[in-house]
């Protein structure tokens, strides 16, 4: 019996109990602790390189009161990246791309970002939504569309995480597929289709963690404007 393309995207259950809550608390068992030596592995110290560097970068355009959010906008970045990359592993499942886990993350912290500004600075966060020198007739029109562009945000954020991986895992398992058939037919062809798969798995490495990235730049970006 022939298999859906789109089979490798449902949560893997064992009697009848959903296991993405295992697939979620995976990659924080993998990424290894800091130890209290005065000198740590290759690997730990590779990591702690890689934190600093990535905070200080996504932290140096925000303002000290949003440096709260660096410990959790960087373990964010680590659990999205983590998931991204373990998915691309055989027999393996991406939570990543279910639309309710990153809706259920992208929702929560861009409306935190907003209420922030509500609370700290209500004037420049209600300026948003009229730009300066807007003529008068257009006032109305431009506070619906800027009103409708801020809602669309936390949507744009889990569709774009959702609809890139999604689109690259398809890809790979019809490329993956036609390889297969044509090995015992034309096994040039089958190789030329080997080494597009073999490219195109790098390419969605990369992917993986650019989307990451992503996504966890516009949050910084929106609390940026409301910090």
Known sequence: ????????????????????????????????????????????TLQAWFINRFTQQLMLPINLGGHKWAVLLTALMLLLITLNLLGLLPYTFTPTTQLSLNMGLAVPLWLATVIIGMR??????????LPEGTPVPLIPVLIIIETISLFIRPLALGVRLTANLTAGHLLIQLIATAA??????????????????????????AVAMIQAYVFVLLLSLYLQENV
Request: glycine content about 2%; hydrophobic content about 60%; proline content about 10%.
């Open 1 to 44: 019996m022939m298999l859906s393309f789109f089979d490798q995207f449902m949560s893997p259950t064992h009697l009848g109990i959903p296991l993405i809550a295992l697939a979620l608390s995976l990659p924080w068992v993998l990424i290894p602790t800091p130890t209290n030596r005065w000198l740590n592995n290759r690997l730990l």
């Open 180 to 205: 297969f058939v044509l090995l015992p037919m034309m096994p040039a062809v089958a190789i030329l289709t080997s080494t597009v798969l073999f490219l195109l798995t790098l390419l969605e490495v």
């Open 120 to 129: 700290n600075q209500p004037t420049a966060a209600l300026g948003h939504l």
